[in-house]
């Protein structure tokens, strides 16, 4: 990445106090973050990554709609608009993004305080917390009007389309790594019939689109120091139609997992019943006036589908060379895709648990 002058690109966004100074923050995989410090407030500045969000005006547009809409709900549900939602800090000519002349897109906005992002669960109790700040946000955005929303990432949790990619990764094998996760990729080969179902049922109309955050990873949510709360969903920028059942699945994919995404001792990682448990619960007691038969007889599975996709989006950057996915170290993809696999594995062996802990919460 370009090396920049953040006092002279913070110069051009109408923050409040004197400049002190930025460092690098959070553990999000595609975007450029940065907390800035100023004698006033603190602010996160972002550099959209334009070669995974490939029309960044259309990007920021949504973000826009999406977070004027919620601080209008937030209002009227007598919250703090500033801290339950992002807020964009405007630019001095009053955009709501800053174009470098390089054609860098950096965004700025208030930082939520008080609260952090988890790359753990520390308890239980928390999941469940989070699970219902997922619930509430989908239930915040029941009204949304959809159809003014962009496709920021087209087909982004379209299982089928992914598998088209992988197999187009593997055929042509650019970065020469290919004979070394044949186990890996025969592992979902094996899994690519189930690739459809969730599909299948939006096609049918058995499960309906709603205006969904697609990207429900546990730090993609703030949580409030003094109460444990979600207070604020954050990372808007995959808000775009889908299924709840991404939602939820994905959020097992990363919070119920007992080890961390890129472990790589893979006999630690496991797919926790009880933190299952837990947000399940959350997330039915949010969203049960709402819910569809078809998508709780869906919803233990998704966990599975978004695991076994994420992992497959893994590999796939692995074959490719690293492009999408910010690395830290070699093999990194490599060593997420594992954890992702590990985790399929063990979900196939309580599937038939996770149902009937679905169910329980469901009938009650
Ligand atoms: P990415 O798309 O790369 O995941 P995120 O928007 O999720 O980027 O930001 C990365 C991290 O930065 C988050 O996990 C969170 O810790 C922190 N962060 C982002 N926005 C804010 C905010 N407005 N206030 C406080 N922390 C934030
Ligand atoms: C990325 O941006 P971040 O780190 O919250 C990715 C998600 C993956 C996740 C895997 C836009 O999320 O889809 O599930 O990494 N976001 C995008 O950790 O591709
Ligand atoms: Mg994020």
């Known amino acids: 990445m370009n090396h920049y002058d953040y006092q002279e690109l913070c110069s051009n966004f109408e ?3 004197e400049y002190i100074g930025a460092r690098r923050y959070g553990e999000g995989h595609i975007n450029d973050t940065f907390l800035v410090e100023t004698t006033g407030k603190r602010y996160i500045l972002q550099r959209v990554n334009t070669l995974v969000f490939k029309e960044p005006e259309k990007l920021i547009e949504n973000v826009v709609a999406v977070t004027e809409y919620l601080h209008n709900r937030i209002i009227s549900n007598f919250g703090d608009p500033y801290r339950e939602t992002l807020t964009l800090i405007p630019t001095k000519d009053g955009q709501w993004f800053y174009k470098t002349e390089q054609g860098d897109v950096f965004r700025m906005y208030l930082f939520v305080g008080n609260a952090r992002s988890y ?56 970065a020469g790594r290919r004979t070394e996760v ?45 109460t444990g709360e979600g207070v604020c969903v954050i990372d808007l920028d995959t808000v775009m139609p889908g299924s709840m059942l991404y939602d939820f699945g994905d959020s097992i994919r990363f919070g119920a997992s007992t080890a961390a995404e890129d472990e790589t001792d893979l006999s630690k990682v ?30 233990a599975f998704s966990a599975k589908l978004m695991t076994l996709e994420c992992g497959m989006r893994f590999l796939t950057d692995y074959l490719d060379g690293d492009c999408y996915f910010r690395i830290h170290r070699e093999k990194h993809n490599l060593d997420r895709a594992r954890t992702q696999l590990k985790l399929v594995a063990d979900m196939e062996k309580k599937m038939d648990k996770m149902n009937e802990i679905v169910l329980q919460y469901y009938e009650q």
């Not at 308890?123 to 009204?143: D, H, I, T, W």
């Not at 959809?146 to 087209?154: Q, R, S, W, Y």
């Not at 459809?196 to 409030?224: F, W, Y």
Request: proline share 4%; glycine share 4%; no cysteine.
């Open 15 to 17: 923050y409040q106090g």
């Open 182 to 226: 044949l186990e890996e990729i025969d592992f979902l080969l094996k899994r690519e019939e189930e690739a459809s179902l969730v599909l299948d049922a939006i096609a049918s109309g058995e499960i309906p689109l709603r205006v969904t955050h697609n990207d429900t990873k546990l730090n993609n949510v703030m949580i409030d120091d003094e």
């Open 119 to 174: 790359q753990t669960i520390e308890n239980p109790e928390m999941f469940y917390k989070v699970a219902k700040s997922f619930g509430r946000f989908q239930n915040l955005l029941k009204a949304f009007p959809a159809d003014k929303l962009h496709e920021t990432i087209p087909n982004f949790h379209n299982t089928v389309d992914r598998y088209r990619l992988f197999k187009e990764a593997i055929a042509a094998d650019k």
């Open 270 to 299: 496991e797919m926790d019943l009880g933190l299952f448990e837990q947000y399940t619960r959350g997330y039915i007691e949010e969203l049960k006036e709402s819910i569809t038969p078809k998508e709780v007889e869906l919803l």
